[in-house]
């Protein structure tokens, strides 16, 4: 999958699975350090949004690497 900024800048249209895609890569870059460099993250107030209770579920954020939940938080909050 071509980079989002590659796509923006050929004029193409970008599609949830494209921007899910480069969410997940920045998640998976990022991981656990969940830095300002996550749109969720500072959407969220500089925060993780970690709902669960169990630390196994989802690593401690709601949106661990899954780009659909973290376009999904990002379009509910915004």
Known sequence: MEDLIILLAKGNQITDVSIMY????ICDRVHSSCDFECPVYRIN???????????EVNRGCDCFKNGAKMLEFIRNTT
């Not at 107030?45 to 630390?55: E, H, L, Q, R, W």
């Open 22 to 25: 480069e969410l997940y890569k």
């Open 45 to 55: 107030g500089y925060k993780v949004p970690d709902t669960a209770n169990d630390f």
